[in-house]
């Protein structure tokens, strides 16, 4: 992916005035995955995004790929038989970045574990042919050799099931090359100003502005698909200022530990908490995550702020079940996401309202789709591009994305099977990476000790990944930030000279990279 030749593709369609297929705004889970599914049924698809691909909810998840065991709670059967069979594709389509992990749920009463035992027993059903595994009963010294690091007072065994891991921002870019490789056009760093409108008022295109040449550039299209997470009503006040909202917002934050505080590949599931979610704690890329939280928030931001309270809620509650609590000097990054949340009437708590996703169409034509997770991504694209092709009158075409390999699809990475290579995130274009180090020895030098990050990663995030900022290298091409905020720090200048290399750009743009990064890391800091 080059972003100049996808501003280019945009400036031609501008100045011969035929309209795209499909507009989309929004470079999310949820907006990727339509510029997937309609590029791949062959339409001509242009999605635009206000800042990085990714850059909000959609790079901040649990990293689960899953039915969700607490919807299963809440008898909401449709969403977990769906997220299960979704989980299955997953998987089958993008095996390089989606791959199994095993939860333990400990037991410390008696009732447990019949009471957890059944309930796992009807998610390996609902999940049928898709499944990862059957769950099973635990001793307590099966238990503790799965998770050594568990608490082993009062525990009476455990209950193990299988579900899902992925690295979600790595995801995302490989399913924009997914979009690219299909032909979809796909700008950064370009938001949407303005919704342009036919004679009768129906919106048929879109006003972007390039914050990287000033420019406005006027999109028309066939349809408008609003694909924005926790910013839908800024949207669609564009369309309506005086449209009532659909949104409520909640957060959730993460703590990232070093592995030595969870020991073994299995992950921790806490089925009750006191505020009445669930509580993982999972290896992901050599660390240890914990999370998360459900606090409504009363607006959307872009960097959304750990409260303290949410911070020892974790501390304390990951610290009733390890054997070594973790205190707030374990901390080694701290992430927060925001969860679009569709309203419901007579929900007292974000975390009872359902993770469905809405489609909503407003009287000027302009095409919503929200709510859902990550999980069910494919699912909500193929049914908003289907609502698409009716509303924009496009031609029928069938969905081909069950099937569909996302970009970088390798069976059996030559870095790691199970995902934890250096390089396997980046399945069949490590290769690329490789020869970059051939060509150029010096960029196989590490960025940092603590981390597996290399400069030859760097150079190919700008070249074929579209990053454009230190921060899109070490939030989200690379996972550093969330890893360990402060070697991302850390790694901040030698990646500026890296990019300022290959983008051209001087050492004054150079050294405002450096400092805006240190200015946003403080935030991932505890």
Known sequence: ???????????????????????????????????????????????????????????????????????????????????????????????HLVHDLAFVVPNYSWWEAPFYGIGLKLYDLLAGKYGFGPSRLLSREETLAQLPALEPEELRGGVVYFDGQFDDARLLIHLAMTAADHGATLVNYCPATKLLRDGEGYVNGLTAHDEETAEDLPIPARIVVNATGVFTDEVRRM?????????????????????????????????????????????????????????????????????????????????????????????????????????????????????????????SGLLTITGGKWTTYRHMAEDCVDHAITLGRLRDEEC?????????????????????????????????????????????????????????????????????????????RTRALFLNARAAVAMAEPVSRLLAAELGRDEVWAAEQVAAFHELAKQYMV
């Open 400 to 476: 081909t994305t069950r099937n569909l390999r996302i970009h970088g699809y390798v069976e059996a990475s030559t870095e790691d099977a199970n995902g934890e290579g250096p390089l396997a995130v980046y399945g069949a274009d490590a290769a690329e990476i490789r020869v970059l180090e051939t060509d150029r020895p010096e960029l196989a030098a590490r960025l940092h000790p603590d981390l597996p990050y290399i400069e030859a990663e760097v150079i190919w995030a700008a070249r074929a990944e579209m990053a454009r900022s230190v921060e899109d290298v070490l939030a989200r």
């Open 239 to 363: 369309a309506d200022a005086q449209a009532e909202p659909l949104m409520v917002t909640s957060q959730g934050i993460h703590l990232v530990f070093d592995r030595s505080f969870l020991k073994g590949d299995t992950a921790l599931m806490v089925p009750r908490t006191s505020d009445g979610r669930v509580l993982f704690v999972i290896p992901w890329h050599g660390h240890a995550v914990a999370g998360t939280t459900d606090t409504p928030v009363d607006a959307p931001s872009l960097e959304p702020k750990a409260l303290d309270e949410e911070i020892e809620f974790i501390l304390e509650t990951a610290g009733r079940y390890l054997s070594r609590p973790p205190t707030r000097a374990d901390v080694l990054a701290v992430y927060i996401g925001l969860r679009p949340l569709v309203k419901s009437n007579g929900e007292g708590k974000t975390s009872a309202l359902s993770r469905d996703h809405v489609i909503h169409v407003d009287t």
């Open 1 to 95: 992916m080059r972003r100049d030749e996808m501003l280019r593709k945009v400036r031609e369609r501008a100045a011969n005035g035929a309209p795209w297929d499909i507009a989309i705004i929004g470079g999310g889970a949820t907006g990727m995955g339509v510029a997937v599914d309609a590029a791949a049924r062959g339409f001509d698809v242009v999605l635009v995004e206000a800042h990085d691909f990714g850059k909000g909810t959609s790079s901040r998840s649990t990293k689960l790929v899953h039915g969700g065991v607490r919807y299963l709670e809440q008898g909401n059967i449709p969403l977990v038989m769906s997220a299960l069979k979704e989980r299955g594709l997953l998987r089958q389509n993008a095996p």
